[in-house]
């Protein structure tokens, strides 16, 4: 570890290179489906296996989800884009290259602000991706000298968004990194799963003299799995460029591969340069034209993303940490929504959401969508409380027989007898009962011990279950103790 002096004799630079898998029904140039988990090589025809003499056929649905994600990112989308062929050798790549998107990418110039910070996107180009090794040993494969290969991922539409340098710290790169996913996720564009790669991320960094104006030579780390991955293995990155620059070294332009378990990086292969690729213009695909129309079709159908959402639900009347929680977790705020459209006080709807909601969601690992509660559930709940039919409290006691069971709130009420009491002489009758029993409380009361209050309201809401209203009952105890 170096110490904090030492760190801040240096400025870290960062910049990512985000993969984000397309949802389309099918690959990005082959009918096969694109589907995870399905039997190995079941989703490979000739055109994924790369047989001589196949074509490529551009998928539309793949131009549109990158249209998408180029506007929800801020980006321009270029009149002209191309593809272009990058050479390389790779067991899992038969055809020996990769069909990307080189000098015209569908989205240029673009930006998203994360905690008012404004990071840029370089670009962001579509590409497919590559089939996956599986390697013996792994995966409850025996033996350890062979590997097999799985092309069904092969042909994947890819966007690869590219940002600029303009991270400077670990914890910025994980934030631009979680908008980001959380913005394709919203878009509809992508699922964003990092562990199962639907969303991959590799991290470029460097680190050069604070004040210095040139940055310097960056290392490029791949295999992060998570976000918190992330951090650490830029955290671990930063310390060991330091330390070679301190000792007198330099640091290369390599590609490194982080170890979550280790916790380090490690040299995988010296860094190629582009011109090693041999890109040249994809002779079996035409340029690719937009049209405005195009894209304005597109843009119409773009869905609320999290910078709007986190705003609509402030001026609902949400603190910008609550706004911030719930977008933060999209099944739920996609809850949320339908919860509102049926009227239910936002306040309340997002304290069940965000408090013995997500503490069951959490406890019991699951989505609110693998539940048995509904948002018309909820919102009834909500009106039961909002029309003092029940209290909070009740309320806070039946939500998760709500969830578990997928009761409904009135049925729970009718059945266990937790309708609120406000009947005046119900509760004057039992408040009378309470001051007569504790005459030494009283007698303490009066002399002076006036934070009893609390304890005669306590005793009549127990011994009505929490149900008596508890404006009415402290009502009432004031007046008899005066
Ligand atoms: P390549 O494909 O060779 O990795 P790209 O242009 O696709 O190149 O990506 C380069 C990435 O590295 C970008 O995200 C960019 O912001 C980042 N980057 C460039 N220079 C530096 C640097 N000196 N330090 C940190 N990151 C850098
Ligand atoms: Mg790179």
């Not at 210095?212 to 955290?235: P, Y």
């Not at 070294?249 to 582009?274: C, F, H, I, P, Y």
């Amino acid at each position: 570890m170096v110490d904090q002096e030492l760190r801040d004799k240096y400025e870290v630079v960062i910049g990512l290179e985000v993969h984000a898998q397309l949802k389309t029904k099918t690959k990005i140039f082959a009918p096969d489906k694109n589907e995870f988990g399905q039997e190995p090589n079941s989703l490979t025809s000739p055109i994924t296996l790369g047989m001589p003499g196949v074509l490529p056929v551009l998928n539309k649905e793949v131009v549109n989800m990158g249209i998408l994600a180029g506007l929800a990112l801020n980006c321009e989308i270029p009149a002209r884009c191309k593809f272009d062929r990058k050479q390389y050798f790779y067991p899992d790549l038969p055809k020996g290259y990769q069909i990307s998107q080189y000098d015209e990418p569908i989205c240029i110039n673009g930006h998203i602000d994360i905690n008012g910070k404004r990071i840029g996107i370089t670009r962001a180009h579509l590409e497919e991706d590559a089939g996956k090794l599986v390697h013996a040993g792994a995966n409850g494969l025996a033996g350890s000298i062979y590997s097999l290969v799985d092309l069904n991922r092969a042909g994947t539409p890819l966007l690869e968004i590219v940002s600029e340098p303009d991270m400077r710290s670990p914890q910025e790169a994980r934030a631009y990194m979680e908008e980001l996913r959380d913005i394709v996720r919203y878009a509809g564009v992508c699922d964003g799963n990092l562990e199962e790669g639907s969303m991959r991320c590799d991290a470029n960094i460097s680190i050069m003299p604070k004040g210095s104006k040139e940055f310097g030579t960056r290392a490029e780390i791949k295999n992060i799995n998570s976000f918190s991955a992330l951090e650490r293995a830029l955290e671990y990155e930063i310390d060991r460029q330091i330390e070679l620059v301190e000792d007198g070294g330099e640091v290369v332009q390599e590609t490194r591969l982080w170890n979550d378990d280790t916790r380090e990086t490690k040299s995988m292969r010296s860094k190629e340069d582009a011109n090693d690729y041999r890109y040249f213009p994809e002779p079996d695909l035409m340029p690719l034209e937009i049209s405005r129309e195009w894209v304005e079709k597109v843009r119409s159908t773009m869905p609320e993303l999290p910078n709007q959402k986190r705003q609509r639900y402030q001026e609902l009347g949400l603190s910008e940490y609550d706004a911030n929680v719930v977008v933060s977790q999209m099944e739920q705020a996609l809850f949320f929504d339908k919860v509102l459209e049926l009227g239910a006080n936002p306040k309340t709807a997002v304290n069940f959401l965000t408090g013995e909601i997500t503490a069951y969601l959490k406890e019991n690992h699951c989505e609110i969508n693998n539940t048995k509660l509904t948002p018309e559930n909820l919102a009834e709940l909500i009106s039961l409380i909002e029309k003092g039919t029940i209290s909070n409290n009740i309320g806070k006691q039946i939500i998760i027989e709500m969830v578990t069971d997928g009761t409904k709130a009135s049925v729970i009420v009718d059945k266990k007898g937790l309708s609120q009491i406000s009947d005046e002489g119900a509760i004057k009758d039992m408040v009378r009962k309470i001051i007569d029993s504790h005459p030494n409380e009283v007698e303490a009361y009066k002399n002076g011990k006036t934070n009893l209050l609390g304890f005669f309201v306590g005793q009549v809401m127990k011994e009505t279950k929490g149900r008596a209203n508890p404006q009415t009952v402290n009502k009432f105890v004031r007046e008899f103790l005066k």
